[in-house]
């Protein structure tokens, strides 16, 4: 039982330790409850201690009936003594009163024993994720915090494959619990929501359920407008002089909830998308979820004299979820001996 504080010592004369006096009728004999009530005004008070009324007669006071002078600040014992007749739940109250006038009561209640099955969350949120069919785990807790051994049941029929679920039943002792595992394979795009019911395993009905919620999206890096930040599908540079150079600034937005790395590479197989410009180059940007591990990537690109033309400034790195990151390309146009030439 929590233990109540005098949060108010002038409005508060007195209070009892506990909201609440719960006894499990259990078939065991006599029950002995010890709880307290305590002075909080600033000056001694006569206490005393009595069972309402209208409480069911299996309850008496064994010791807190008579009225004592009680100190400031100090305690006084109450125990309360049951005697249950028959496996039924009973019910009564327990009344204190200052100076002859009753103050204050707390409820008493002898319930039978029973299972109590809790969880610690109705909902398990896996977020967002990305799609690279990978499995994600997720868990919560079932406890039991009754009085009595209780079983329960996961129903996961109701489940798409992709999910799996363990341990899908088990048997708990009192405030004893288990772990539940969730795993999800991300396979499928969009947002999710399914429901996973928990039954009793006495009476099959259901007694909880968990809702499973969250989106997988695919790995993707756009190429925004350092202005309107709006995507664009390539970069202008203008008219200029040979020999001079030219910038234009971009942002490199990480639309995923996944860090990714980036390479930048210059492709000169693609066809052209700059007007009055004669060399046939663009820009593609690689995604490499694995790692920049391709120590070859300038020649695979096969563009030596397009990388003296243009220039990307950075060339790789990583952005974490949804990160933006400035690129500059520096057009430099300028003479240079060439095997393969100008095309007209």
């Known amino acids: 039982h ?19 006096i719960t006894i499990i009728n259990d078939d065991r004999g006599y029950k002995k409850t010890i709880c307290y009530v305590q002075n909080c005004s600033t000056t001694s008070l006569k206490i005393r201690v009595a069972i309402s009324q209208k409480s069911d007669p299996v309850f008496r006071l064994l010791n ?29 109250e327990l009344e204190a009163f200052v100076d002859g006038k009753l103050t204050s009561g707390i409820p008493i ?42 079983g329960f049941n996961l129903a996961t029929e ?31 795009l969009g947002p999710f929501n399914e429901i996973l019911k928990i039954l009793s395993e006495e009476t099959r009905a259901e007694i909880h359920s968990v809702s499973i919620t969250g989106s997988i999206e695919v790995r993707k890096l756009e190429l925004l407008d350092s202005s309107t930040q709006s995507t664009i599908e390539h970069v202008e540079f203008g008219s200029t002089y040979y020999g001079t150079s030219i910038i234009q600034r971009a942002i490199l937005y990480n639309n995923s909830p996944a860090s990714t790395q980036f390479v930048v590479l210059l492709d000169t197989q693609s066809n052209a998308t700059l007007e009055g410009l004669d060399k046939s180059v663009t820009l593609a940007l690689a995604c490499t979820p694995g790692g920049l591990s391709q120590d070859k990537w300038r020649e695979q690109c096969n563009s030596p004299q397009s990388e003296e033309v243009i220039v990307v400034r950075p060339q790789q790195g990583t952005l974490n979820p ?23």
């Not at 109540?4 to 409005?11: A, E, G, I, P, Q």
């Not at 002898?110 to 799609?131: A, K, N, Q, T, Y």
């Open 64 to 92: 807190g009936y008579d009225e004592h002078t009680i100190a400031s600040g100090l305690k006084h014992t109450v125990i309360l003594q049951s005697e249950p007749q028959q496996r039924v739940p009973y019910r009564g």
């Open 158 to 188: 109701s489940l798409p494959p992709l999910y799996q679920v363990s341990p899908c039943q088990g048997k708990l002792k009192p405030k004893e619990k288990v772990e539940i595992q969730i795993e999800l394979l991300c396979k499928h």
């Open 109 to 150: 209640e002898m319930l039978l024993p029973s299972c109590l099955i809790e969880l610690s969350s109705h909902v398990v949120d896996f977020g967002l994720l990305v799609r690279e069919h990978q499995i994600v785990t997720k868990t919560f807790t079932i406890a039991n915090n009754g009085t009595t051994d209780g």
């Open 2 to 20: 929590a233990i109540s504080r005098c949060m108010d010592l002038n409005s508060r004369l007195m209070e009892f330790s506990v909201d609440k």
């Open 322 to 344: 949804f990160e933006t990151r400035v690129i500059e390309f520096v057009f430099s146009p300028h003479v240079y001996k060439s095997e393969t030439g100008w095309s007209q």
